[in-house]
């Protein structure tokens, strides 16, 4: 049913709780594992022309190359895993990623942001399943309970 998962990240603990469930269902399909971590290159638009935008781009590169590298360092040995670090919109990019030609389903986790952080921010997440043209299946993680490995995540449908 799966031949691959796409599996954005943003390298936050929180994402691991999504991993988990990608790991399973890539175990169960024998699908590839796609992770990604995109260089919101739109988000540093605004800084003042001094400062390097050179050295903030490689920077977030180096997060990214980490964050992905989390991912392979927690997949299990028998679950092929793929990455990539990309620049642009988050939701711009996932979205193009999950192309039904090359993913079939999208698993990321959704941070329960609410009130006035989820209006000012927006959701990547909730843009990603208004647009995308495969299935996305959402973790939603609470990040005071990241600690607390004895609680699940909660499945929702957004």
């Keep these: 049913m799966y031949d691959c ?15 988990e469930y990608a790991f399973d269902l890539a175990r169960t399909h024998d699908a590839t594992i796609r992770s990604l971590y ?10 003042p022309m001094e400062t390097a ?7 977030l590169r180096n ?5 992905v590298s989390r991912v392979e360092e927690l ?17 711009q990019v996932i979205v193009e990623e999950a192309d039904p030609a090359e993913c079939d389903l999208v698993v990321m986790g959704t941070h329960g942001r609410g009130g006035i952080d989820r209006l000012l921010l ?3 997440t909730e843009r990603v399943v ?11 993680v609470d990040p005071d309970d990241v600690d607390d490995r004895s609680e699940e995540p909660r499945l929702t449908a957004e």
């Design 5 to 19: 998962i796409l599996v954005p990240t943003d390298g936050s603990r929180e994402v691991e709780h999504a991993l």
């Design 38 to 47: 995109v260089v919101n290159a739109v988000g540093y638009g605004g800084l």
């Design 53 to 59: 935008l050179e050295g903030v781009s490689d920077a």
């Design 63 to 67: 997060e990214g190359r980490a964050a």
């Design 75 to 91: 997949a299990p040995a028998d679950v092929s895993v793929e990455t990539a670090v990309l620049e642009g919109a988050p939701s």
């Design 122 to 124: 927006g959701s990547v």
């Design 130 to 140: 208004r647009r995308a043209s495969v299935p996305v299946l959402t973790i939603q």
